[in-house]
Structures are given as C-alpha cells and as structure tokens.
C-alpha cells in the first residue's frame, strides 16, 4: 500500500475536512474518531506521510518518532483514561484491515473493552 496524498487523513491535516482535535503539535494531530467504537476513540496521526508503521519505524526522524509517542501519552492524559485502562491499535497492510493509507493509532477506552480476536477455530 503506497502513500495517497488523497487520503482523508491527509485532508484533514490539510484542513478541507473539518476534525474534533483533541491535541496537536507540530509532528502530530489527534481528533476523536467520527465512528466511535468506544466512549473514548481517538485516532493519532503523524503529520508527515507515512502510510504505516513499518514505513514510519524507518523513515520518520527521530524527532517525529518521540513526539508521536508523547502525544500518545497527552491523548491517555486528557482523555482520563489511563488509570481504568485503554486499548492502542494500529491496523497494518491488507492482513492488518488497514483502511487508510496513513499511520493512525486507536486510543479505546472509557469503558471494559472485549477481546481484541477472536480464537480461531480449531
């Protein structure tokens, strides 16, 4: 899956589709998730291009790598969730289920969450 400058998160970042920001810096954007599966459903995104985590792990400098775990961090700190406990999700490449061509981390929580699989059958 290559990087399309199309994608809706790449609108959003461009600011031609509107989003509910819950935190921002200069690598990053996190706004709440327009289907929530979850109370709490916050997508975090790189500002920069990177279409996964594979391609984000080698590409993005330093810098960005460290800001995206730390607004990770904000996002648990001003969704209140951290102490009753969360899910992060990034959904990878076509056996991943990965919709959207851009890094994008789920933050879920607010409420007991149910497995993450299921067991495959024997």
Partial sequence: MAYDPDNIFAKILRGEIPNRTVFEDQHVLAFQDINPQAPVH??????????????????????????????????????????????????????????VPHLHIHVLGGRRLGRMLDRPAA
């Fill in 42 to 99: 916050v997508l975090v995104i790189p500002k920069g291009p990177y279409e996964n985590m594979t391609v984000f792990s080698n590409e993005a400098s330093t810098e960005e790598q460290v800001a995206f775990m730390r607004a990770i961090g904000e996002v648990l700190r001003i969704t209140e969730v951290a102490e009753a406990g969360y899910r992060i999700i990034s959904n990878n490449g076509q056996d991943g289920v990965q919709e």
